[in-house]
């Protein structure tokens, strides 16, 4: 064969006659021949391809570099996130394994009666571990995992969101079992502005309950998850779709000692007493399990700069001038982070989880 330049300049091989290159399943989408994909494009829809080197049916209408954008920063390969990198949350956990990853690992025992829901909501304050239980549940169900923040859908993707969508929940069906992760789902799902709402918004979220129906009823393999600290944002129909609903609270003093202990650990820098670790506790009331990551790691800076103090060149320092890190460094730091949550909000989680949480 003659070889050919794509329109790019980039080299593209000849397609072969014999109907078994993807270069025939390109040609079908959307209405573009191969020429025009560049590489990166087609190896990616190539991986999307079923056995008998077809596009599948969800796909073929839809744009490439969306599919594209959905395979390589929507879809994440390895979540890496375990149970037992999450703080407390016992609780959350044990519902979550009952409700979602036994069905997505025996999807033959949870039919009929014990058909799972496909949409679980995890609501209460910012930085507590929602994204990270999404990421365990995809990890401990072996399942692929979405991640896309409903924000950037209205603002990143203007006029675009809706197609966004049918790619994502196109790409999750093909990659089965599949969790979507959602956050900030009140921004797609608010029961606000309903009248000066604009049609763009109306129609993205139109697009995504018909998505949302579209699982629900088949036997697919598909979990969505939103992430929300803002429930009482959502409307009936968002609520009616996401049945599932768990408050994730702030951390329990212990488990705030375990982000302490379990951060440190990892850098060998752990030497705190029991005593100095209930001091930390007893002072980091209100901290989420993120503002102790934050807490955790100005306070590892302190031996960092005492050596410098000492009059120790930083090109020149070596760990072992370094002391471990103590409670003195913690109480520094309690001053720089403060915690990220106040309580007044606090007490409308506890309102809204009573009114419409799973086991409130
Ligand atoms: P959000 O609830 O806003 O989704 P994330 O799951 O993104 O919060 O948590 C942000 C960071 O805070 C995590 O990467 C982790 O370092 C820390 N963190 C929050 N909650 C916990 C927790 N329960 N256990 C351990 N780390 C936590």
């Given at each position: ?12 091989p ?10 025939n ?54 979540p ?29 025992i ?18 507590t ?20 923040s ?93 049945t ?36 930390i ?28 103090r ?51």
């Amino acid at each position: 064969g003659v070889s050919r330049r794509g329109t790019r300049g980039n080299f593209v091989p000849p397609v072969r006659s014999n109907g078994s290159g993807a270069g025939n399943m390109t040609s079908r989408i959307a209405g573009k021949s191969d020429d025009v994909l560049d590489d990166s494009t087609k190896r990616c829809l190539e991986i999307l391809c079923g056995p008998d080197g077809e596009l599948p049916e969800k796909l073929r209408n839809l744009e490439p570099r969306l599919i594209e954008h959905v395979s390589n920063e929507i879809m994440d390969r390895d979540p890496n996130v375990r149970w037992n990198d999450i703080a407390g949350l016992e609780h959350a956990k044990k519902c979550v394994t009952e409700m979602v990853i036994w069905p997505l690992l025996r999807p033959d025992i949870f039919q009929g009666c014990r058909s799972p829901g496909r949409g679980l909501l995890l609501f209460g304050p910012p930085g507590t571990g929602k994204t990270m239980i999404g990421k365990a549940i995809a990890g401990e169900a072996k399942a692929t995992f979405f991640y896309i923040s409903a924000s950037s859908l209205t603002s990143k993707w203007i006029g675009e969101g809706e197609k966004l969508v049918r790619a994502l929940f196109g790409v999750a069906s093909c990659r089965q079992p599949a969790v979507i992760f959602v956050d900030e789902i009140d921004s797609l799902l608010s029961q606000r502005k309903s009248d000066g709402e604009h049609e763009s918004s109306r129609r993205l979220k139109t697009q995504f309950l018909i998505e949302m129906e579209g699982f629900d009823s088949g036997s697919e393999q598909i979990l969505l998850i939103g992430a929300t600290n803002r429930p009482q944002e959502l409307d009936e129909a968002a609520r009616r779709r996401l049945t599932k609903r768990l408050y994730i609270p702030l951390p329990s003093p212990e488990a705030r000692a375990w982000i302490v202990r379990n951060l440190l650990d990892k850098d060998g820098l752990f030497k705190l007493s029991k005593e100095e670790i209930d001091t930390i506790c007893n002072l980091t009331q209100g901290y989420s399990g993120s503002d102790m990551k934050n807490l955790v790691k100005d306070a590892s800076m302190g031996p960092l700069r005492e050596a410098l103090r000492r009059g120790i060149e930083i090109t020149k320092l070596r760990k072992e001038d370094m002391r471990p890190v103590i409670l003195q460094d913690f109480e520094d730091a309690l001053q720089e982070v403060r915690p990220s949550v106040s309580s007044n909000e606090l007490g409308s989680y506890d309102e809204w989880n009573k009114q419409f949480g799973s086991l409130a």
